[in-house]
């Protein structure tokens, strides 16, 4: 595999970047030096916040690009680039298909902060890991800030319990599977495939010149424009079938082994 011809390298974060006690590795900070001494452009791509997501990688936040809430949001140096806000007639439609359903925990994401109805303690210390700022609110549906994403959280399982009450959504927005515990229900060019083809555009990156790492299905869009996609071998299935290449896992180094490879 030659990697010579690389000026981008996209990862997401959560089961990729992050091990499995959401932490960046000291040897990854330590590559990410090497590519910008190398002029390689870093973007991380997230379903988390961005504030979230700065908090991980805060050390090299102002030489590096991110893809935030799937797609919903792109900054770079505290700049918006883009934003693609949900209408205000699905967010009530979302939020009424998900009440029905037991222990689940819709959070309403906007550029700044996340809204929550606060009425799960165990949700809320949860809820910390993935989002630094958010308001506990009385009544979503009353939210006036712009809305990029609905993120539905449930502790047993997303894809069983969460998903098939919203699959009849995908007709006209875009309903992901974004995590075990997860689904990410958006504007229908809100995903990270979309944002990252708008990045490949401005830095003119083609398909040959872009490495891109991914676990699960709201990364399948982005692995696609790239001729050396990686899934990690804790990905979902889904994700190993679209992926060109696959690397060890989050805990395993996975995305730091490729990159050493990039960087030799």
């Not at 505290?78 to 939020?95: D, N, R």
């Not at 359903?101 to 996340?114: F, Q, R, T």
């Not at 809320?124 to 993120?151: R, S, W």
């Not at 830095?203 to 709201?218: K, M, R």
Request: hydrophobic share 40%; with cysteine; glycine share 4%.
């Amino acid at each position: 595999m030659d990697l010579s011809g690389i000026k981008m390298v996209v990862t997401d974060m959560d089961g990729t970047l992050l091990n499995s006690n959401h932490e960046v590795s000291n040897r990854f900070f330590e590559l990410f030096e090497k590519m910008k001494q190398r002029g390689i452009h870093f973007v991380a791509a997230s379903g988390r916040q961005y504030e979230s997501m700065v908090d991980k990688l805060g050390r090299v936040k102002n030489d590096m690009l991110f893809i935030a809430e799937n797609g919903a949001l792109i900054k770079k140096q505290g700049q918006v680039l883009l934003t693609t806000p949900l209408a205000k007639k699905h967010i009530s439609t979302i939020l009424d298909a998900v009440r029905p359903i037991k222990n689940a925990h819709p959070v309403l994401c906007s550029s700044e902060k996340a809204y929550v109805n606060g009425t799960s303690q165990n949700f809320l210390t949860l809820l910390k890991e993935y989002y630094t700022e958010f308001q506990e609110v009385d009544d979503q549906h009353q939210v006036n800030d712009d809305v990029l994403k609905i993120a539905i959280y449930h502790f047993e399982s997303s894809e069983r319990f969460i998903y098939p009450a919203v699959r009849h959504l995908e007709n006209t927005l875009k309903v992901k599977v974004s995590g075990s515990n997860w689904v990410d229900v958006s504007h229908v060019n809100a995903h990270k495939g979309y944002a990252l083809e708008m990045v490949m555009r401005e830095y003119a990156i083609t398909s040959d010149e872009i490495l891109v790492f991914g676990d699960y299905n709201n990364d399948l869009e982005m692995l696609e424009l790239s001729n050396y996609s990686f899934a990690m071998a804790n990905a979902h299935p889904d994700v190993k079938k679209v992926a060109k290449f696959e690397t060890r896992s989050n805990d395993e180094f996975g995305v730091e082994a490729v990159l050493e490879k990039l960087l030799h």
